[in-house]
Nanobody
Framework: QVQLVESGGGLVQAGSSLRLSCEVS????????MAWYRQAPGKQRELVAS???????TYVDSVKGRFTVSRDNAKNTMYLQMNTLKPEDAAVYYC????????????????WGQGTQVTVSS
């Protein structure tokens, strides 16, 4: 019932920008931590950015100054603004969220989006 709906991926030239969105759909009591991960071919999945319920962000060093993570709690949506994209940013980006649901009782669930492809050409 509770799903993450991602959008915004695509193919862009190096130096361009993309804005990724991740909306939590379904019935939830609250959304706690949210995060963006990415995985490039032949590499391990890495945490790119995270944001707490109060809006405090963290970033991996390689994207600091270029990426901005934010959230709109009224829309149950998290964003990742990616500027000055580099070829090494190309990867499948995954949305992750901790949500409180009534699953036979109050529970915190860790859910993932399906992933969205970001391709950066030089």
């Amino acid at each position: 019932q509770v799903q993450l709906v991602e959008s915004g991926g695509g193919l862009v030239q190096a130096g361009s920008s993309l804005r990724l969105s991740c909306e939590v759909s379904g019935t939830v009591f609250l959304i706690r931590n949210m995060a963006w991960y990415r995985q490039a071919p032949g590499k391990q999945r890495e945490l790119v950015a995270s944001i707490g319920g109060s809006g405090s962000p963290t970033y991996v060093d390689s994207v600091k100054g270029r990426f901005t993570v934010s959230r709109d709690n009224a829309k149950n949506t998290m964003y990742l603004q990616m500027n000055t994209l580099k070829p090494e940013d190309a990867a499948v980006y995954y949305c992750n969220a901790e949500v409180a649901v009534n699953d036979g009782g109050f529970r915190i669930r860790d859910i993932w989006g399906q992933g969205t492809q970001v391709t950066v050409s030089s």
